[in-house]
């Protein structure tokens, strides 16, 4: 008996700590929503109750963002840019995370830690310098600006990432394909991609939202409306000095977090082993 | 311990929030090294200065980033 009530009371634990956890990652979801519905009046009642509506529900917070402001083109910039970022990083980062897992010794090791290093250097010491550089390359207002500066985080990252899974991939694999007839690089292509899919989805999903998030090389770099990506357009053109547009705003947070939140979850899975795989080498 | 630098590293430098909450708010009093940086370098021109102050940041990530190899290298062995 008293181990059931143990039993019972540990289950009803667990759940109850899954349920706050689950309610605290989900709420300010919750939130996103009913802002987005809510009428003015409801939003700026003190009195009406925050959690629900108290007026009907309202289309005119989307209708706003989609005809009176660049909302869409704001989404098409940041899947320009993140579509250009992501093909940069791949085309950097595979050969070079292969290489280095396969660098004898400890150079490799040591060549990896410094990359990874690089990621350390945060963009708040470096945007003085690459506003100077961006200016200097004609191209300050302009997205090509962030295509070009966003690998700089973006490369060592999935560098790193793939260095470690690269290493898992046992290399007698590639010898066995070399035995058979295959170049150095056609064994790579033929039986190492492969093999690599999910850490490339991965690299391909995090280089995306670490475009996607990225706000101070936005803020420096870009102001004219029609050139922002998603996070920048909404935080500069919908807060007009002290008044919040908190329906578009939650809105457009909502509309933009969405797919990302899908996509992380369509492929969690395979997500975590490529993480975990790096962890462990 | 990894986890740890890389909070203290990221929070350390991050201005965005800063930036949207407060724009350094009322007087200058709620500005970071970070967002001061911006107001002045790029919003007032002043690049010098606000590298100056930027570069303000370095011995802290330095420290870190000791730590943070020394962690990586215990983890190796």
Known sequence: ?281 | MIAVIFGTVFTFTDLSVVYLLTKGGPINGTHVLGSLAFQVGILSGDVAHGAAICLFLFPFLLVAVIFLLRALRRREI
């Open chain 1, 1 to 281: 008996m008293t181990r059931l009530a143990r039993k019972i009371a540990g289950e009803s634990s667990f759940y109850a700590a899954v349920i706050t956890l689950v309610t605290f990652a989900a709420f300010p979801f919750y939130w996103m929503l009913i802002t987005t519905f809510k009428t003015e009046g409801d939003l700026y009642n003190l009195r009406s109750n925050p959690y629900w509506f108290n007026a009907e529900p309202t289309l005119e917070h989307l209708r706003y963002l989609f005809e009176d402001t660049l909302f869409v083109q704001w989404l098409w910039n940041t899947a320009l840019i993140g579509v250009c970022v992501v093909a940069i990083t791949l085309a950097v980062a595979v050969p070079a995370g292969y290489s280095l897992a396969r660098t004898p010794g400890r150079s490799g090791e040591n060549l990896g830690i410094g990359i990874f290093l690089t990621y350390l250097v945060p963009p708040t010491l470096l945007f003085l310098p690459l506003s100077r550089l961006v200016s200097d390359f004609g191209l300050q207002d302009s997205l090509w600006s962030l295509v070009v500066v966003y690998p700089t985080f973006t490369i060592p990252f999935c560098t790193w990432l793939l260095m470690g899974f690269f290493k898992s991939v046992p290399r007698e694999i590639e010898e066995a394909a070399i035995v058979d007839g295959c170049t150095v690089l056609g064994a790579f292509v033929k039986t190492v991609l492969p093999l690599s899919v999910p850490a490339i989805l991965t690299v391909i999903i995090f280089a995306f939202t670490l475009t996607m998030q990225e706000f101070v090389y936005a803020l420096t770099f870009i102001s004219s409306s029609d050139e922002k990506p998603v996070t920048l357009g909404v935080a500069t053109d919908l807060i007009r000095g002290d008044i919040f547009y908190w329906g578009e705003l939650m809105g457009a947070a909502l509309i933009a977090s969405v797919p990302v939140a899908i996509a992380y979850n369509l492929f969690l899975d395979r997500f975590i082993s490529g993480i975990t795989g790096g962890a462990v080498r």
